[in-house]
């Protein structure tokens, strides 16, 4: 079964410094994935996908990720933090089964930016 | 262009109480599904539907139903609220395996 790991629940930055946030996927195949991100009190937006070809996809909002199939990773990662990126971050995998798409979530990690 | 439109908002309940989380897709996107975020577990799947007529169990489907008569709308019915079930719930409709999320509708079964 597919599984994700965001292995940090909690990251704090201050404004202007790098981010990285990790993820790690269990998945047979190539895997569809996806970094989704939630204000407070929001619904989700997507901020990148990879689905195939280059393994360094770019998103909105100056976000990228990278797609190492040898480590089973996609991390997300902005040169420099705004304060309005604070905000829960989620990475999913999915796959089509039958014509359904079906996503599977990490856990999230909270992103709180330092003034 | 709306989008993913989920009602109410918010809502509470009492147990043993039944209720319908509304959601509506203007995009005419055949797939439609619906999540709920509890913390610490992300969004996990609980029904879908890949189009008019058709739905399948997600991965916690129990203590809910759904049916999908039209294109556009996918309901999620809670036949008889239990406090397990007090969680934020997202609808989503899919077109070339990209998700779009509503805004969510929080529920509290007290």
């Known amino acids: 079964a597919q599984s994700v790991t965001q292995p940090d629940i909690h990251i704090t930055v201050s404004e202007g410094a790098s981010l990285e946030l990790r993820c790690n996927y269990s998945?047979?195949?190539?895997?569809?994935l996806f970094w989704y991100v939630q204000s407070p009190g929001q619904g989700l937006q997507l901020l990148l996908k990879?689905?195939?070809?280059?393994?360094l996809v770019q998103g909105i909002k100056g976000f990228e990720a990278e797609f190492k199939r040898s480590q089973s990773s996609f991390n997300l990662r902005k040169p420099s933090v705004h304060w309005s990126d604070a905000a829960e971050y989620f990475c999913a995998v999915g796959e089509v089964i039958q014509g359904a798409q079906k996503l599977v979530f990490g856990q999230g990690t909270r992103l709180t930016i330092n003034p | 262009n709306a989008g993913v439109t989920q009602t109410p908002k918010f809502q509470v309940l009492k147990t043993g109480q039944s209720m319908t989380l509304q959601c509506a897709q203007d995009m005419n996107h055949e797939y439609m599904s619906w999540y709920r975020q509890d913390p610490g577990m992300g969004l996990r799947l609980i029904h879908y539907?890949?189009?008019?007529?058709?739905?399948d169990q997600g991965e916690v489907p129990n203590g809910y139903n759904v049916s999908r008569s039209t294109t556009e709308d996918f309901p999620l019915r809670l036949l008889s609220a239990a406090p397990s079930q007090t969680s934020v719930y997202f609808c989503a409709s899919s077109h070339s395996n990209i998700q779009y999320f509503g805004a969510g509708t929080r529920l509290s079964v007290l």
């Open positions: 990879y689905f195939s070809g280059d393994t």
């Open positions: 998945y047979g195949a190539t895997p569809y």
């Open positions: 539907s890949v189009g008019a007529g058709i739905t």
